[in-house]
């Protein structure tokens, strides 16, 4: 499927992972009276590109998720403060005064408004070395074909946030080789 007829295809799209304001990560940032709909972005990948311009200095910054520009925005408008504010604010999974906000903050959601086929879309995948052992994933990975393939290793004793770290490198490593990043 070319890009243009996927991109076609956004039926939603919002600043941030709807399940985590759901479950209130996201209390901190905005009023409690917040609906999702006040966050809705127009569906196109041109508002995607706007938002990460508005709040980020660039694409890198916003994968790594902590923005550094300074914006200035009316008092009076809470929900775009609330996104700055998030935007600006790293995770602290340690921090005991609040609901931490994580990596989901500054993960913009993209909804479909029907299913997409992976093969002929993906631009890399990441994946434990040990699924290259298991015939059927091999298989699905060369039938997906992406251009770019990401390994890591798995230690059997390693807490998650560890593979977490790997897979985030694998991925701006993807999206540096691949021109999303500079």
């Not at 508005?54 to 408008?77: C, F, M, P």
Request: glycine share 6%; with cysteine.
């Amino acid at each position: 499927m070319d890009e243009q007829k996927l991109l076609s295809q956004i039926f939603r799209i919002f600043p941030f992972d709807t399940g985590a304001f759901f479950s209130g990560r996201y209390n901190n940032f905005f009023d409690r009276e917040s609906k999702i709909d006040d966050f809705e972005l127009p569906p196109s990948i041109d508002y995607v590109r706007k938002y990460i311009g508005a709040l980020y200095q660039g694409n890198y910054e916003y994968i790594t998720g902590s923005s550094r520009k300074n914006v200035n925005i009316s008092i009076d408008n809470f929900e775009a403060a609330g996104l700055y504010e998030l935007a600006r604010e790293p995770a602290n999974p340690t921090s005991a005064s609040r609901t931490p906000a994580d990596e989901r903050a500054s993960a913009i959601e993209i909804q479909m408004n029907q299913p997409i086929k992976i093969k002929g879309c993906l631009t890399g995948i990441v994946v434990p070395e040990r699924f290259f052992d298991v015939e059927k994933w091999v298989k699905s990975i060369e039938r997906w074909n992406p251009k770019y393939i990401e390994k890591y290793s798995i230690i059997n004793t390693a807490q998650p946030e560890f593979f977490a770290g790997q897979v985030y490198m694998a991925v701006i490593k993807i999206l540096k080789e691949s021109g999303h990043l500079k």
